[in-house]
Nanobody
Framework: QVQLVQSGGGLVQTGGSLRLSCAAS????????IGWFRQAPEKQRELVAT????????YYADSVKGRFTVSGDHAKNTVYLQMDNLKPEDTAVYYC??????????????WGQGTQVTVSS
């Protein structure tokens, strides 16, 4: 099993920055990658960024590309989401999740508690 504890988030103005952290514990060796998701009211949960545990490859949704940066510190078992040039549209609850799928399949079975990000105009 994997436990994920998030920190960061808060209230910022348009154009501001926030950094979210996701610290993993437990069976961290089983984690293939970490995904960052967000869910805003009346909207579907959206995958915004991922980082691969092995090679550090990253993925970004078009909506955040160029503004968000995901990185990992393997020694600390921690993944970060640096969010710059924030927009009101980024307002959501942000979750990190661990992909522990096997056999080449993605399985986001473990989730952090979520943290609110609010961007005011």
């Amino acid at each position: 099993q994997v436990q994920l504890v998030q920190s960061g988030g808060g209230l910022v103005q348009t154009g501001g920055s926030l950094r979210l952290s996701c610290a993993a514990s437990g069976s961290t060796f089983s984690i293939n990658g970490i995904g960052w998701f967000r869910q805003a009211p009346e909207k579907q949960r959206e995958l915004v960024a991922t980082v691969n545990t092995g090679g550090g490859a990253t993925y970004y949704a078009d909506s955040v590309k160029g503004r968000f940066t995901v990185s990992g510190d393997h020694a600390k078992n921690t993944v970060y989401l640096q969010m710059d040039n924030l927009k009101p549209e980024d307002t959501a609850v942000y979750y990190c999740s661990a992909d522990t799928g096997r056999g080449g399949f993605i399985a986001y079975d473990y989730w952090g508690q979520g943290t609110q990000v609010t961007v005011s105009s």
